[in-house]
């Protein structure tokens, strides 16, 4: 979907190897300046922060950046269909459900997320219609800022459309893999349910490991990303692409745990009433 507010106005730089050169292992410096981090170590969950050491390899920049609730959060633009709003919702709450019980995953989308001071000037920013990061503080967020999170989406889905493809499968993939260094990134299209997925691996995009069945695997969560004829809602039908677990099964949709603790609270009350 839409993810730059500059749409309307001058058109976003293209990614330059500047900006590679800023983030080689997405904390290293943000900005050339002279006043430097405290000194503490950083741990990313698929250890591309692990020998990142502050001072000597963070620099933080002499101006202080504007926080998340300075930046903004919304771009006022829709998803791009009701099938693509119900997909977006279905993959970040049955995510989120699994996950309640770890305080260190992040599962959130359509947020945006800073990770450079460019952005600030020219409204170059993107906003993941699903991303998840491992290793980070689950609290409530306006948008996703590099400054003050320090790390990045380890997981991006892309919910493509014809008028987002190019970026999609363009510059979007090149900022996550060379910028953000996304462990995984997938693209799935609503319409045509065709699934492209990529791993990083050395630095660079390969095509991500898959089961027999076609899943694709993100294996820094342990789970798999594939399409099964499951409906996401009362009105949009199968087939959608849900998140598997290791034993080959869709993980429950949040509105099929809210059904099933309906159900057995009514049960309850039932034998309640019943004695």
């Known amino acids: 979907m839409p993810c730059c ?7 976003p730089p293209a990614v330059t190897s500047a900006d590679a050169r800023a ?3 997405r904390s290293r410096a943000i900005v050339a300046g002279t006043r430097r981090a405290p000194a503490s170590r950083m741990q990313s969950a698929h250890g591309i922060l692990d020998h990142v050491t502050a001072p000597s390899d963070l620099e933080i920049p002499p101006v202080r950046l504007p926080g998340q609730r300075e930046l903004p959060s919304e771009d006022g633009m829709p998803m791009e ?12 709450r049955s995510l989120a459900n699994v996950m309640r019980e770890r305080d260190d995953v992040y599962v959130n989308g359509n947020m945006f997320v ?10 170059f920013f993107r906003g993941p219609d699903v991303f998840v990061v491992v290793g980070a503080e689950k609290k409530e967020r306006l948008s996703w800022v590099l400054w003050e999170e320090m790390r990045l989406p380890d997981v991006v889905i892309e919910l493509t459309s014809p008028s987002t493809r190019d970026e999609d499968y363009g510059k979007k993939k090149d900022v996550y893999e060379r910028v953000w260094k996304t462990a995984t990134y997938v693209i799935y299209d609503p319409a045509t349910h065709q699934i492209d997925a990529w791993e990083l691996e050395g630095g660079r995009y390969v095509p991500a490991p898959r089961r027999q069945n076609g899943d694709v695997e993100v294996r820094i969560l342990g789970l798999a990303l594939g399409l099964r004829e499951l409906p996401l809602d009362d009105l949009v039908g199968a087939p959608s692409l849900r998140w598997i677990g290791a034993d080959g099964e869709p993980l429950p949709s949040y509105d099929a745990l809210a059904a099933r603790v309906a159900q057995l609270e009514a049960e309850v009350a039932r034998l309640r009433t019943a004695k």
């Open 5 to 11: 507010r500059g749409e309307h106005g001058p058109p």
């Open 23 to 25: 983030f080689p292992s």
């Open 81 to 92: 269909s009701e099938r693509h709003r119900a997909q977006m919702d279905q993959l970040i």
């Open 114 to 123: 800073y990770f450079s001071p460019r952005q600030l000037k020219n409204e």
